[in-house]
């Protein structure tokens, strides 16, 4: 079954602090790999995007992870900010219109 | 960049009645559009897949005759939700393929929707 399961659920961090959310995904094919932010009311909006030959990603203070091999992706956040709280998402393509969205993450970062 | 624009933001109906939201690519056509309904705290689901020119395609649990969805042009796709009841309240948001996007999605800022 193609699935993508993200961690922590929540996350509460202190303002400058860094903190690093995961991604297992079980999809076959594999295509490549999104991380969105979220912020709450709004659509998603995209960070990085991996295909399986890449195993990094930087945007900022944002740096995505993949390892293809044990199926896992990281979003690294450094000296996280108050307007990085947000809910972050991994997605899955399988390919040409077929994605796999993980729960989420829900991250709040505190002055 | 690609750029979705969704219309309303938000939108609060009495029962029974339909609500029509709206979906347009800015800058780039979209034969393929997308729309997510998102209750709170829980992930994008995919509702259906709206192409142009065709009659959307719908994932299973989705009624079609209920939210109807209209693809006419190669920018603007449209979502009604007919008869609403408070349990069709959510948060729905669009989405379109772009190559500007190198080929993933770009989304719309979202429609609240109540139905009271």
């Known amino acids: 079954k193609n699935q993508v399961e993200q961690s922590p659920q929540s996350l509460i961090i202190l303002e400058g602090k860094n903190c690093t959310l995961q991604c297992n995904y079980t999809v076959s094919p594999f295509s490549n790999l999104r991380w969105y932010k979220q912020d709450t009311g709004r659509g998603p909006v995209s960070l990085t995007i991996m295909t399986f030959s890449e195993n990094t990603k930087s945007n900022g203070r944002y740096t995505a992870t993949l390892d293809a091999d044990t199926k896992q992706s990281s979003l690294h956040i450094t000296a996280s900010q108050l307007s990085d709280s947000a809910s972050y998402i991994c997605?899955?393509?399988?390919?040409?219109?077929?994605?796999?969205f993980g729960t989420g993450t829900r991250l709040k970062v505190l002055a | 960049g690609a750029v979705v624009s969704q219309h309303p933001s938000w939108v609060i109906c009495k029962s029974g009645t339909s609500v029509k939201i709206e979906c347009r690519s800015l800058d780039f056509q979209a034969t393929t559009m997308f729309w997510y309904r998102q209750f709170p705290k829980q992930s994008l689901m995919l509702m259906a897949t709206s192409n142009e020119g065709s009659k959307a395609t719908y994932e299973q649990g989705v009624e079609k005759d209920k939210f109807l969805i209209n693809h006419a042009s190669l920018t603007l796709s449209t979502l009604t939700v007919t008869s609403a009841h408070p349990e069709d309240s959510s948060f729905y948001i669009c989405?379109?393929?772009?190559?500007?996007?190198?080929?993933?999605?770009?989304f719309g800022s979202g429609t609240r929707l109540t139905v009271v």
């Open positions: 997605v899955v393509s399988l390919g040409t219109y077929k994605y796999i």
């Open positions: 989405s379109a393929r772009s190559d500007r996007a190198n080929y993933g999605y770009t």
